[in-house]
């Protein structure tokens, strides 16, 4: 079973960015789709962003349209999302998710973001 290990959080003033990083044990290229989550204490865990790794295409939640891009690199077998202007609202574990047929739902351990000044 693949294998997912983010890294990336950190704690940055609001109107920093950070890019998270979601590395695969095994190769992305066959991934039905991989994306990020994330989950404010207290709270449901929210999609961020997704994206299918054999095209490129990607999906987004309304909160991340126009400051969050998610991207991939086939040949590392990992997905970032770069964030931009970040706001306290966005202070939560963040969570890199893969599916693959016939497997399934594959999630990492999550890394933490905190936005504060």
């Known amino acids: 079973q693949v294998q997912l290990v983010e890294s990336g959080g950190s704690s940055v003033q609001p109107g920093g960015s950070l890019r998270l990083s979601c590395v695969a044990s095994g190769s992305i290229f066959s991934m039905v789709s991989m994306g990020w989550y994330r989950q404010a204490p207290g709270k449901q865990r929210d999609k961020v962003a997704s994206?299918?790794?054999?095209?490129?295409?990607?999906d987004y939640a309304e909160f991340a349209k126009g400051r969050f891009t998610i991207s991939r690199d086939i040949a590392k077998n990992t997905v970032y999302l770069q964030m931009n202007n970040l706001k306290p609202e966005d202070t939560a574990v963040y969570y890199c998710n893969s599916v693959r047929l016939p497997i399934g739902a594959t999630w990492g351990q999550g890394t933490q973001v905190t936005v504060s000044s």
């Open positions: 994206i299918i790794p054999s095209t490129g295409n990607t």
